[in-house]
T-cell receptor, first 112, second 113 residues
Framework: GENVEQHPSTLSVQEGDSAVIKCTYS??????FPWYKQELGKRPQLIID?????GEKKDQRIAVTLNKTAKHFSLHITETQPEDSAVYFC???????????FGTGTSLTVIP | DGGITQSPKYLFRKEGQNVTLSCEQN?????MYWYRQDPGQGLRLIYY???????QKGDIAEGYSVSREKKESFPLTVTSAQKNPTAFYLC????????????FGPGTRLTVT
């Protein structure tokens, strides 16, 4: 089965700096990697995802990179703002594709 | 607000009582999921259902039960057999064609004393 590890568990950055969160996975058949953002007391929401046929995807200040050989993918947030403060989760699907394994989450704090 | 609702937002129960958490969606999604969230442990899958009248156990199904009698509804019962039921419970759904993209409900925080 899939095993997803996420690092770091907490991350503090100054406003305007970049933040990077990394995840590794074990199942080489995994082909889709979403990132969810969960603000305090709210539901997780999908912010970006990447499929295994591309190495990088960008959406404004957010980007995700994928290294299939090394089996890791990363979330990059540039020019961080206080509203980026939240818990971020990575995920990878099982080989049947009908469920996810989630990472343990990264609590990001952007200091004004 | 996303089309998937959970009720109640907060729930308090005494130890030894069964309790049922509601999850309803109007997104016409085929698949529905229940996760448990504990501090530092991410989201762990309890049960999931790909279609009406069918469901499968996730990684931590012991002490929980579900039903899927309607496409729109996937209630979760936390039984007295669940050793540590106090947690934040999240329901999610996805369409069959986009099984990877899951939409989450607002969650129910269950406290058992």
């Amino acid at each position: 089965g899939e095993n997803v590890e996420q690092h770091p568990s907490t991350l503090s950055v100054q406003e305007g700096d970049s933040a990077v969160i990394k995840c590794t996975y074990s199942d080489s058949a995994s082909n889709y990697f979403p990132w969810y953002k969960q603000e305090l007391g709210k539901r997780p929401q999908l912010i970006i995802d990447i499929r295994s046929n591309v190495g990088e995807k960008k959406d404004q200040r957010i980007a995700v990179t994928l290294n299939k050989t090394a089996k890791h993918f990363s979330l990059h947030i540039t020019e961080t703002q206080p509203e980026d403060s939240a818990v971020y989760f990575c995920a990878a699907p099982t080989n049947t594709g009908n469920q996810f394994y989630f990472g343990t989450g990264t609590s990001l704090t952007v200091i004004p | 607000d996303g089309g998937i609702t959970q009720s109640p937002k907060y729930l308090f129960r005494k130890e030894g009582q069964n309790v049922t958490l509601s999850c309803e969606q109007n997104l016409n999604h085929d698949a529905m999921y229940w996760y448990r969230q504990d501090p530092g442990q991410g989201l762990r899958l309890i049960y999931y259902s790909q279609i009406v009248n069918d469901f499968q156990k996730g990684d931590i199904a012991e002490g929980y039960s579900v039903s899927r009698e309607k496409k729109e509804s996937f209630p979760l019962t936390v039984t007295s057999a669940q050793k540590n039921p106090t947690a934040f419970y999240l329901c999610a759904s996805s369409s069959a064609g986009r099984v990877y993209e899951q939409y989450f409900g607002p969650g129910t925080r269950l406290t058992v004393t």
